[in-house]
């Protein structure tokens, strides 16, 4: 018996990494699983190929399990909605959608042009937003459905050279926790997960000093995209009913939760705040506050578990 049992999922970029990890699991846990991968290369742009997902979900099939392909792109909705429609013509349903497809044009934001920008946010942030309303009603009807969006430490932390990353992955926070809101009377879910682990996607970060040599040393040896796979899947699990609108992280074999913004300290002036007061006597008493302009490896500079 697995936690799938029953279950139609998609998985987005299934022909490698994360997707790819994520799509054999649910396999194993009892899914009937949509493996889409557009097959193209990890700065986009490219015609793709049906290569990578037909691969995998021949590997689901050849273990016992159900599974399709697909290699459409999601930043196409009219095509996410026929995928949508394929899970459900050949599984007859669907149950959840797990979004890691994703690409990366990394770039100092001086350096950065607009064609790195919008084919970043259409593939991470259009394209969560072509999966999630291509199927939304749907679940909607049928009061239930999951949602497992990926985000990232570059947005919810900051990463140098990743501004269009960081924009759409923090959109997709903001995404997620709003289907979450207005999914609670229709047991629907929405969770995101911002993962560390060696990809190919991860392999194209430039290595420019020792500590970031360090910090890719760490990633390969003991963060893997099969580690991600396991809360990916559990968070399509009817057993995680009560869990919505959540920020996960994972690390090796560490599950971290995330918090979510809030006001941390306020102050107040009865007769109003000009610049000059602000300036006197508000910022100077909110500096102790406030966060520095450190990246995501000044936070988590540990070895995983």
Known sequence: MGVLDGKVVIVTGGGNGIGKECALLAGREGASVVVNDLGGGVAGGDEGSAGPAESVAAEIRAAGGKAISNSDSVTDYDAVVAMMEQA???????????????????????KMDAADWSQVIDVHLNGAFNVCRASIEHFREQQSGSYVLFTSTSGL??????????????????????????????????????????????????????????????????????????????????????????????????????????????????????PSTLLDQALPALKANYLDAGATASVFPYDPI
């Open 88 to 110: 459900k013509k050949e599984f007859g349903g669907l149950h959840g959608v797990m979004n890691p497809a994703g690409i990366l044009r990394d770039k100092m934001f001086h």
């Open 157 to 274: 932390i900051g990463n140098i050279g990743q501004a269009n990353y960081a924009a759409a992955k923090l959109g997709v926070m903001g995404l997620s926790r709003i289907i979450a809101m207005e999914g609670v009377q229709k047991n629907v879910r929405s969770n995101i997960i911002a993962p560390f682990a060696w990809t190919r996607m991860i392999a194209t970060i430039p290595i420019k000093d020792e500590a970031s040599a360090q910090r890719v040393e760490r990633m390969k040896n003991a963060m893997r995209a099969d580690q991600v796979a396991q809360l990916a899947v559990a968070l399509c699990a009817d057993k995680a009913k009560d869990t919505t609108g959540q920020i996960f992280a994972v690390r090796g074999n560490e599950v971290f939760l995330f918090n979510q913004p809030r006001p941390i300290r306020a102050l107040g002036r009865v007769d109003g705040w000009t």
